[in-house]
């Protein structure tokens, strides 16, 4: 069983940045990703890494702006978002799998609580 803690969610103006943390208990060696869900919307696939770190997929709608990257040494996941828009705004949940393409598929064996990013106009 893995559990996920995310972390960095705030409330941030139009153009700001935030990073958001992903600390994953037991085993490591899982492909990670970020999610989001605005309210009245379905969750969507934002980001994804593979367990070395070498390949990374994106969402349209943040390639640019967001970056996934993972420390292996502190087994943390991270997501710096820039140029932060108010149509970012959304529950960000972290997400494990096993298999890269499940995992963009939104259909993660793990996910964590979510944190809130609110962008302000």
């Known amino acids: 069983q893995v559990q996920l803690v995310e972390s960095g969610g705030g409330l941030v103006q139009a153009g700001g940045s935030l990073r958001l943390s992903c600390v994953p208990s037991?085993?490591?060696?899982?492909?990670m990703g970020w999610f989001r869900q605005a309210p009245g919307n379905e969750r969507k696939f934002i980001a994804a890494?593979?367990?070395?770190?070498?390949?990374?997929s994106y969402a349209d709608s943040v390639k640019g702006r967001f970056t996934i990257s993972r420390d292996i040494a502190n087994d943390t996941v991270y997501l710096q978002m820039n140029s932060l828009k108010p149509e970012d705004t959304a529950v960000y949940y972290c997400?494990?799998?096993?298999?890269?393409?499940?995992?963009?598929?939104?259909?993660?064996?793990?996910w964590g609580k979510g944190t809130l990013v609110t962008v302000s106009s």
């Open positions: 037991g085993r490591t060696t899982y492909e």
């Open positions: 890494i593979n367990w070395a770190g070498g390949t990374t």
């Open positions: 997400a494990a799998d096993s298999s890269y393409s499940v995992l963009i598929a939104g259909g993660a064996d793990y």
